[in-house]
């Protein structure tokens, strides 16, 4: 509902699952980069509907709204070794953790138009999943009052994105009624005097039907005998909405992770401009969340592809990381107490042969 309801949380989380599927990932065997490697093929194309940028997007957003996400392992097992061949995001809405004896998961049931599929955590259990990589993998956030499942940042901010919506809601009433309560109708007939039920009736129709709506707005108004026009406005008490509403949005960007800037909501004047709050943005969002998915693929992954294997964001791809990437390099040139190898790997590159003497 936040998601569907509310700009500030769509374009949230639309900036962080956007990004976090823009990534490119370097995969490491020790110390080693590798530059092909079926794993890496597997990221790619993960299965035939989707690219690995549509995976990660899915999943990054499943793990914002809902605190968990989920991913299923589809493979065969080969002769003496493990092929996962396919992966695929699964809705956690859909999704019911299992608890075993001991209090870790034991299965997952994915429901769906009220059919059941059970995936055994147990390695070779589930038909038509390898036998030792198990067929889900859940990512959570951290929550301190659930064991199995986690606490997404849309529930921290539920009463901000409420203020929020309410704000817009009475906005919107304001411009249904030609933006402001214009004035009050006074029956000014002899003294103890009201109007007849039916005289009532008649004018607020008549009010409803010509006179509120943006449409009708600066019409004049007809007034018969004993009617006068007392005209009235907000306060600026009354009028504190619109920065209630932009407190909201603030309160929200922070439980995202999203500087303020980048949603462009008015009064925030943190960053100095523009591209710092984008470098923020990547430095403080978009990669932790990007490396933790990465890190727990590799782990998933590890008895189909190699323990050894690290999976990692490639930063070196990233715009808006530029900035930090020119300042190491010129930081590194000018270090002459480095060889050429240690600046090398200082920098993310392999050593060269004879790059371990002092020039």
Do not use: C
């Not at 030792?132 to 994105?161: H, K, M, R």
Request: proline share 7%; no cysteine; net charge negative.
């Amino acid at each position: 509902e936040g998601y569907q309801s509310n700009a500030i949380v769509f374009r949230a989380v639309r900036l962080i699952a956007e990004a976090i599927g823009s990534l490119s990932f370097v995969l490491y065997d020790g110390a080693a980069e590798l530059t092909a490697h079926p794993l890496l093929d597997l990221l790619a194309r993960p299965n035939p509907r989707q690219d690995g940028a549509s995976l990660l997007e899915a999943l990054s957003a499943h793990l914002l709204l809902s605190g968990n996400g989920y991913l299923e392992a589809v493979g065969v097992d080969g002769q003496g070794h493990v092929n996962v061949r396919e992966l695929y995001a699964l809705r956690p809405d859909r999704m019911k953790v299992v608890p075993g004896p001991d209090g870790w998961p034991q299965a997952y049931e994915y429901t769906v138009n009220g059919v059941s599929v059970r995936f055994d955590q147990t390695p070779g259990s589930s038909p038509g999943v390898t036998n030792d990589v198990p067929p889900i993998l859940q990512l959570t956030l951290f929550n301190p009052l659930d064991d199995y499942y986690g606490l997404s940042p849309l529930e921290a901010a539920a009463v901000a994105v409420d203020t929020h919506n309410a704000a817009a809601r009475w906005n919107k009433a304001l411009l249904d009624n030609a933006a402001r309560p214009s004035g009050a109708l006074v029956y000014d007939g002899p003294e103890g005097a009201v109007m007849a039920d039916a005289q009532f009736e008649r004018l607020k129709k008549e009010l409803g039907d010509q006179y509120q709506g943006p449409a009708n707005a600066g019409r004049p108004l007809l007034l018969e005998g004993g009617l006068d026009w007392k005209a009235m406005s907000l306060s600026p008490k009354d009028m504190d909405f619109t920065e209630a509403k932009n407190a909201a949005a603030r309160e929200i960007a922070l439980a995202f992770g999203v500087p303020p800037m980048l949603l462009a909501i008015p009064g925030d004047n943190t960053y100095s401009n523009y591209q710092e709050a984008n470098r923020v943005f990547w430095r403080q969002t978009v990669l932790p969340l990007g490396n933790r998915i990465a890190g727990a693929l590799a782990h998933w992954l590890a008895p189909a592809f190699g323990a050894g294997l690290i999976l990692a964001a490639d930063t070196d791809r990233i715009d808006a990381l530029s900035g930090d990437r020119a300042g190491l390099w010129d930081r590194v040139t000018r270090a002459p107490f480095l060889t050429v190898n240690e600046k090398r790997a200082a920098t993310g590159y392999g050593a060269l042969t004879g790059g371990d003497r002092l020039e």
